[in-house]
C-alpha cells in the first residue's frame, strides 16, 4: 500500500516563484558538484604527495622484514626456549600463528573438493556442503503479467516515481564528477 502525503500549501503562489526557485535550485546543484570536483581534486593531489613516501617505505619494510625473517630461520637458538619471538632493542619479532583456515590438497581444487565430498555421501554432503537459497527476483518480474500467480505467493511489483530537476549544463567548464581519488 503506498502512502501520499497530500500538501494542503506549497508557499509557492505563481509560475514566476517557481521559475526562480528552480534557477536557485539549478545554480546550488552546479555549485555542489564543483565543489565536489574541487575536494576530489585537492583529495587526489594530496594523496599522490603522499603515496610516493608510503609506497617506498613499504617497500623497504617488505625487504627489511625478507632479511630480519631470514636471519630467524638460520638462528632458532635466539630465541628463548619454548617462545617463538623474542625482543631487541624494545622491539619484538617471531612467529604469530595463524587462525585455522581449510585449503585443498596439492593438485586439488574447491571443485574437485565438493565432487568428492558428493561422493563420500550424505552424512558429508549435509555437514559440508552449503546451499544458499534466494528468490529469484528477475524470474518474478518476468511473471507479472500471468494473471493471479503474484498474489497467490504474497508479491507485488511497485515502482517508484521520483521528482527530478536536471540543471542546464550549458556553458558549464567540461568536469565530470568521480569517485575515484585520483581519477
Not at 501520499?4 to 509557492?12: D, P, W
Not at 497467490?152 to 511489483?157: A, D, K, L, Q, V
Amino acid at each position: 500500500m503506498t502512502t501520499r502525503i497530500k500538501i494542503i500549501s506549497t508557499g509557492l503562489k505563481t509560475r514566476e516563484e517557481v521559475e526562480r526557485l528552480v534557477r536557485e535550485t539549478a545554480k546550488l546543484q552546479l555549485l555542489r558538484e564543483s565543489s565536489i570536483i574541487e575536494r576530489d581534486q585537492e583529495i587526489a593531489a594530496v594523496s599522490n604527495k603522499h603515496n610516493k613516501y608510503i609506497d617506498g617505505y613499504g617497500l623497504k619494510i617488505e625487504s627489511n622484514m625478507a632479511l630480519i625473517e631470514q636471519w630467524a630461520s638460520v638462528h632458532p637458538e635466539e630465541f628463548p626456549k619454548d617462545s617463538r619471538s623474542l625482543v631487541i632493542d624494545g622491539n619484538r619479532l617471531g612467529y604469530r600463528l595463524g587462525q585455522p583456515q581449510p585449503k585443498p590438497m596439492k593438485k586439488l581444487t574447491w571443485k574437485a573438493v565438493a565432487e568428492r565430498i558428493k561422493k563420500a555421501g550424505a552424512k558429508f554432503e549435509n555437514c559440508f556442503i552449503r546451499t544458499k537459497e534466494e528468490v529469484n527476483k528477475e524470474a518474478i518480474l518476468a511473471a507479472r503479467m500471468e494473471e493471479g500467480v503474484l498474489e497467490t505467493i504474497g508479491i507485488e511489483i511497485v515502482q517508484a516515481e521520483t521528482f527530478y530537476l536536471d540543471p542546464n549544463r550549458e556553458g558549464q567548464p567540461e568536469k565530470r564528477l568521480t569517485t575515484e581519488v585520483g581519477a
